[in-house]
DNA sequence: GACTCAATGTTGCTCTTGTCAACATATTCT
DNA sequence: AGAATATGTTGACAAGAGCAACATTGAGTC
């Protein structure tokens, strides 16, 4: 009889769920090459003929993550009634997700080239452009809405990720001191505070500058 | 004659400066004892007698970078004339440390221990406290000034925060696609905007709540 | 001053990991 | 069937974390 078995069936993906597994097991640290290979039940270099190197594996977690994250987004954003209800939810969904996932969440922002290599990233870039997607065509339907001044959506949608993203990275660290539940309430305050201070530029333009040359300047200038 | 050393004087400094300009420039997945040890000349095993592990020199320099982090952003804020113009520079100073050391930013913030462990945590926490009483001091002054609504400053400060992380951790990553001093111009926009929804809570109240139960109770119960 | 002792460095392991190279088997195409 | 390719396997190697045993220094203490 044959010792051995060779040839898996769909090994890429058994690996792939198997380092999804771990990653949220044990964090981007604990994360290990070779106890993947062991837990997909293969030698410790069957991995390297479907991914080239650790972090190539790693990138493909980090694909699958935005995925999710892509899904939970949508999903909890359905039920709004209005455009900015809509766009609050979204938020809620990408910090449900983060505190369900902290660990993919690290693997997909965190696993960052160092010095900025501008040729690899790309690829990365445009991984997480569907989920961007979503939080960018709910701020465009709070706009056509009036619920939030026209113009070029991309600086609003800028602002409404970083918070979103801040609440996330913070919640996980255990910054906020908040459960899950607590972080996503929380973030649904947050989120409407920024969206208020967003709709009044459109109808009290004039209070936003107190002293138009003051410090302005030298945050552009000094630093 | 002796032909060893021996005896460093204040090794565990020079150890820790090592290491700060190896984050510097590898990044923490790049970070290795062994290296900082050599850049110090001592032997691969010296740093042992002055750290625990390399998760503990690693929080050494995470310590550091909490006090950096701390002096620039009262360097930042100071020139400030109002209250709300001290908080937006302060903003403006964490993203601007974040954006000249990202790597150490990093090590400070995403070197948590993955399964939330209460009991080593306490330290870390305590560490960025000073940074963060930084942020929290403003807001108070903001609210004494009339310019934020009074009550708990806490989530004001902690929504804050969580803008102006966001900001920093995506700046770094690259996703603003911002230079250093753009990003910094961003935070500034982002600040006035998110304090300008703070402030309207104290003078239009009515029109934050669009539907009392719609989704807003979804968001609680469902997630 | 000689002796003891703790602090601090050093060398030399062991174990684990990422990755490369060489080899074996399975599949596909002709 | 036979060749070429894809996919796994075993067996190296270098590098790093951390442990243990040894060496040197400096501070007391008699």
Redesign the interface.
């Known amino acids: 009889m044959p010792a051995k078995t060779y040839h898996h069936p769909d090994l890429r993906n058994t690996l792939l769920e198997a380092a999804v597994a771990l990653i949220g097991e044990?964090?981007p640290?604990?994360f290990t090459l070779r106890e993947v290979a062991r837990r997909a039940g293969v030698s410790h270099n069957a991995p390297y003929r479907h991914f080239d190197s650790r972090d190539d594996l790693l990138l493909a977690v980090a694909l699958e993550g935005f995925e999710r994250l892509t899904e939970r987004m949508q999903k909890?954003l359905a039920?709004?009634?209005?455009p900015?209800?809509r766009l609050?939810?979204c938020g809620?969904g990408y910090v449900?997700f983060a505190m369900g996932w902290?660990?993919h969440l690290?693997v997909m922002?965190?696993l960052?080239p160092?010095p900025?290599t501008h040729g690899q990233?790309q690829s990365h870039?445009h991984v997480?452009e569907n989920a961007f997607l979503v939080l960018l065509n709910c701020i465009k339907a709070a706009q056509a809405a009036g619920d939030l001044p026209a113009g070029d959506p991309m600086?609003l949608a800028?602002?409404a990720?970083?918070?979103?993203?801040?609440?996330?990275?913070?919640g996980?660290?255990?910054?906020?001191q908040l459960d899950?539940?607590a972080t996503?309430?929380?973030t649904?305050?947050?989120a409407?505070?920024?969206?208020?201070?967003?709709a009044?530029?459109i109808t009290t333009v004039a209070?936003?500058r107190?002293?138009p040359g003051?410090?302005?300047a030298?945050?552009?200038n000094?630093?």
Do not use: Y
């Open positions: 044990v964090g640290r604990g909890t039920p709004g009634k209005t900015i209800e609050e939810l809620c449900d902290p660990n690290q922002f965190d960052a160092a900025h990233r870039d997480g600086p800028l602002t990720w970083s918070l979103v993203h801040g609440i996330a990275k913070l996980i660290g255990g910054n906020l899950r539940k996503i309430a929380f649904h305050r947050a409407q505070t920024l969206f208020g201070g967003m009044k530029k209070e936003s107190p002293a003051a410090a302005h030298k945050v552009k000094e630093l």
